[in-house]
């Protein structure tokens, strides 16, 4: 890449992708002009909301047509700032799934983000009956707040399916390997669609999580643009130990721990390093919570 003079630009994004539309807009902070990005969907938007903390001038609106426009206005001039980061909310969720799943669990996970655009999955949990409630809250720019997480036995909606589809695939992506754990041990058929970008994350995701659960005894089907998972909580096991393979993903790895917890027999993470990427303390701080 040869640097030069840059001019701002409007992106439409074929797919709602918080890491493109960040990059752009701190290269649109150097640019004369406006630099706008189009949205079917908003993706998580913490660069939008640090930037003007920092004093740039941006603006977020939906169009006519119900995409959303994010605009970056030239001659911002930025300065420092003290600014308070919330807790990891993907981090946190391996810790509510496994508070939700183990018999007798009760967790209070402090100052966790929970801004709108990452916490999809809590509103899936919510539609499986799990028993989540936000204590402390505090609505800065970016909100948090404590969770506490006790043990729920999980269900489908009243036709006993979950349908996770196009809209709020951008808020809980990272979470889907996960929910996929999550289905497998609930009263639930959950049908994963519209979420091809998980074939090109650190895996082909619908590909590891599949191959995994099925390592485990799980039924589940993959899908070109998803999987279908049938749970089975009539079993006392309804996962046994495997050898897992996480194909060098750090959420594949996160997501089969969980699962672990409540396998019948040992399971085994061979690459359990790949975890370093995002939670290098994840089993140290597991450890504690189980004990």
Do not use: W
């Not at 630099?35 to 079917?40: G, V």
């Not at 807790?87 to 391996?94: K, L, R, T």
């Not at 970016?142 to 036709?159: C, F, K, M, W």
């Amino acid at each position: 890449i040869h640097g030069k003079e840059l001019h701002g630009i409007t992106y439409e994004s074929p797919i709602p992708s918080a890491q493109v539309k960040s990059c752009i807009l701190l290269a649109g902070l150097y640019c004369e002009e406006a630099t706008a990005i189009i949205e079917e969907t908003l993706s998580r938007n913490h660069t939008e909301l640090l930037l003007p903390d920092l004093g740039a001038k941006i603006e977020c609106r939906p169009l006519s047509d119900g995409r959303i426009l994010t605009l970056l206005h030239p001659g911002s001039s930025l300065s420092a700032s003290q600014i308070r980061i919330p807790g990891d909310f993907s981090s946190a969720a391996y810790f509510i799934a496994a508070a939700l799943l183990v018999p007798g669990s009760e967790i209070r996970i402090r100052n966790v983000g929970i801004n709108p655009t990452r916490t999809g999955f809590l509103q899936i949990l919510h539609r499986m009956g799990a028993e989540i409630r936000l204590d402390k809250a505090v609505l800065a720019s970016e909100p948090y707040a404590d969770l506490i997480v006790r043990y729920s036995q999980l269900h489908g909606d009243t036709n006993g399916r979950i349908t996770i589809g196009k809209k709020i695939i951008p808020t809980l992506i990272d979470e889907l390997p996960l929910l996929a754990v999550i289905a497998s041990l609930s009263e639930c058929e959950m049908v994963l669609q519209d979420a091809t970008e998980l074939r090109v994350k650190e895996s082909d995701r619908i590909a590891s999580t599949c191959e995994n659960l099925k390592a485990m005894g799980a039924d589940v089907q993959s899908r070109k643009d998803g999987m279908k998972i049938c749970g089975h909580p009539c079993k006392s096991h309804p996962l046994h130990g495997a050898t897992i393979d996480p194909h060098h993903d750090h959420r594949i790895a996160l997501s089969f721990a969980v699962a672990a917890l409540l396998a019948d027999g040992e399971t085994r993470i061979p690459d359990e390093d790949c975890i370093r990427i995002s939670y290098p303390s994840f089993f140290t701080d597991l450890k504690k919570v189980l004990s």
